[in-house]
């Protein structure tokens, strides 16, 4: 199975700005995930993804937060008004299966200034 | 809350020795599953036990569940300089389909 790769790595944004996040490549796998981590905290679920719809989201995911999966190999996370209080490690996942559990991606570190 | 809790929060060993960590939850689960992280990078799946099973090995790696108790250990034998990151326990409840992450055992493994 391809490793899952985010882009970017590292992004700087000033406040209020909209960042998009990317999640690729992706097979053919129907569950996605993203998750956050603020620095030195632990691992928060955002939201779920199945089959082109969220099926599940965290009271973190608000209204500044979405989800597409714009062609069939690409998975994104915008944020439409970025605030400080967002800076942390955006990770991706997909669901191998129930079997194997995750695959995360290697992250992408938002810094809000 | 669900979320667990691991113990103990930092762990330091001299290489060779065995490290364990240990892993709380609340409810009942479909399974748990344990990831390392190195510093600052992506999480990486170590270990998958299911609710039916009581222990799991994977190589210098070996998992208990103990759903009588919602405890999970997670023991690494003859550690080295190499298994230091960080080790979190994450739990897929009933009726959902996301984790829910432990707050995460630092260890530190002196060679």
């Known amino acids: 199975e391809p490793e899952v790769t985010q882009t970017p790595s590292h992004q700087v944004t000033q406040m209020g700005q909209e960042v998009i996040l990317r999640c690729v490549p992706i097979?053919?796998?129907?569950?996605f995930y993203w998750y956050r981590q603020i620095l030195g905290q632990k691992v928060e679920f955002l939201v779920s993804?199945?089959?082109?719809?969220?099926?599940?989201k965290s009271e973190i995911f608000d209204d500044q937060f979405s989800v597409e999966r714009p062609d069939g190999s690409n998975f994104t996370l915008k944020i439409r008004s970025t605030k400080l209080e967002d800076s942390a490690m955006y990770f991706c996942?997909?669901?191998?299966?129930?079997?194997?559990?995750?695959?995360f991606g290697s992250g992408t570190r938002l810094t809000v200034v | 809350s669900q979320q667990g809790e691991e113990d103990p929060q930092a762990l330091s060993i001299q290489e060779g020795e065995n490290a364990t960590m240990n892993c709380s939850y609340k409810?009942?689960?479909?399974?748990l599953q344990w990831y390392r992280q190195n510093s600052g990078r992506g999480l990486v799946h170590l270990i998958l036990?299911?609710?039916?099973?009581r222990e799991k090995h994977s190589g210098r790696l070996r998992v208990t569940l103990d759903t009588s108790k919602k405890s999970s250990s997670l023991l690494i034998t003859a550690s080295r300089a190499a298994d230091t990151a960080s080790y979190f326990c994450?739990?897929?409840?009933?009726?959902?389909?996301?984790?829910?992450f432990g707050t995460g055992t630092r260890l530190q493994v002196f060679p």
């Open positions: 996942a997909r669901q191998d299966s129930v079997r194997y559990g995750y695959t």
């Open positions: 097979s053919n796998h129907l569950y």
């Open positions: 993804f199945y089959n082109n719809e969220i099926s599940e």
């Open positions: 409810t009942s689960i479909n399974n």
């Open positions: 036990i299911r609710s039916n099973e």
């Open positions: 994450a739990t897929a409840y009933l009726n959902t389909d996301k984790l829910i």
